[in-house]
């Protein structure tokens, strides 16, 4: 099994950053692709952030150039800038290992105006 352990969310102003952290443990043998996904009530979750095991990123265009994806071993960050109210959402850590994929609690992120 695998566990992550996600922090750094929070209330933030419209123009302010935040970074999220997520820590993976346990099984995790044949790590890959790991990525940030959000989800804000009545929607469904949407992909933010991933990146391969190789550091190949990839965006939704609404984060694009404000947010900035990172590993290092199991661990992935995300580096939230220029903040916005649609930011606002649940964010949650996703990990995938040989065997299978695995999700984070998920870390509340609220941009106010």
């Known amino acids: 099994q695998v566990q992550l352990v996600e922090s750094g969310g929070g209330l933030v102003q419209a123009g302010g950053s935040l970074r999220l952290s997520c820590a993976a443990s346990?099984?995790?043998?044949?790590?890959?692709?790991m990525g940030w996904y959000r989800q804000a009530p009545g929607k469904q979750r949407e992909l933010v952030a991933t990146i391969t095991r190789g550091g190949r990123t990839n965006y939704a265009d609404s984060v694009n150039g404000r947010f900035t994806i990172s590993r290092a071993n199991a661990k992935v960050d995300l580096q939230m800038n220029s903040l916005k109210p649609e930011d606002t959402a649940v964010y949650y850590c996703?990990?995938?290992?040989?065997?299978?994929?695995?999700w984070g609690q998920g870390t509340q992120v609220t941009v106010s105006s």
């Open positions: 996703n990990v995938n290992v040989g065997y299978g994929t695995f």
């Open positions: 346990g099984s995790i043998f044949g790590i890959g692709a």
